[in-house]
């Protein structure tokens, strides 16, 4: 008999960013076995509409439970904003976590200094963005940057070059640049291109993303459910993505990184 325990943990995002989100939790939690769930076929969602993007996710998550899934992870800044308050709403029972820009450590670490939010549109005119940045924007200077286009280049496994570079520098101009102390990753797709982004900016700068902190969530809620694996033999990750095809498939396994027993 299959206990609840070993039922997998789900990720799912608008493509193969999450998979920065799942490598923490894999870190993390190596015990647990997972299914990641790329949407490539709809990406990207940051332009979509709001109802648009939950009805994405929602459709995502029936899909995920029906394969068992014991806890969800919506690894995907845009989803979370739009459909994962309304989600725990609807599954009560099942631990639902996001994933959110990292601004409360940035801000809280850099004081007084300036700050880069590279997000999609739509996360960036969500009320959940405009509330953190409120309750944050007092501790530092904090700059919203619209990247448009940019979670595309990840999505076709462009880590790194000069065209990735110049569209970065079309983003990140040289005033906007000009004394960041940090950039907070609002997309999960951004961490795969944290150097080339780093290379654009011209000085060395902290870089905050949100996977560390989802996992920790995830954790507790896992606990506080009583359904953490036992620490036995590693888990399993499976992949899938509404694409279907071999090349997302292999970029998403590019990506991922297992994570060895210490």
């Known amino acids: 008999m299959v206990e609840k325990y070993d039922n997998p943990i789900a990720f ?3 493509g193969v960013g999450g998979i920065s989100v799942l490598n923490e939790a894999i870190k993390m939690m190596p015990h647990e076995n997972y299914i990641y769930f790329g949407d ?3 990406a990207p969602y940051g332009i979509k509409t709001t109802a648009e993007v939950r009805n994405l996710t929602e459709k995502n998550v029936e899909f995920l439970l029906e394969q068992g899934a014991k806890a969800i992870v919506i690894a995907c800044n845009t989803a979370t904003s739009a459909a994962a308050e309304y989600l725990r709403n609807k599954y009560k029972d099942i631990p639902i976590i996001g994933v959110e820009p990292a601004l409360k450590p940035a801000a809280l670490n850099n004081e007084g200094e300036k ?3 590279m997000a999609t549109p739509m996360t960036l005119a969500e009320r959940k963005f405009r509330n953190l940045m409120n309750k944050y924007e007092e501790y530092a200077t904090i700059i919203p940057v619209p990247c448009g ?3 595309e280049f990840v999505e076709n496994g462009k880590l790194q070059g000069e065209e990735l570079e110049a569209f970065l520098d079309s983003l990140l101009d040289r005033s906007l640049c000009e004394h960041v102390k940090a950039v907070v990753l609002g997309c999960t797709h951004y961490p795969f291109i944290k150097e080339s982004i780093v290379n654009v900016i011209g000085h060395e700068v902290d870089i905050y993303d949100g ?4 996992a920790r969530q995830l954790q507790r809620k896992l606990r506080r459910n ?3 694996r036992p620490e036995k033999e590693l888990g399993q990750v499976r992949i899938l993505n509404t694409l279907n095809e071999d090349r997302m498939i292999k970029l998403s396994e590019k990506l991922l990184i297992k994570a060895k027993e210490h």
């Open 12 to 14: 799912l995002d608008s």
């Open 115 to 117: 700050i880069l939010v």
């Open 226 to 228: 009583k359904i953490l």
């Open 149 to 151: 286009g940019l979670m």
């Open 211 to 214: 996977g560390l902190g989802t």
């Open 40 to 42: 490539s076929k709809n």
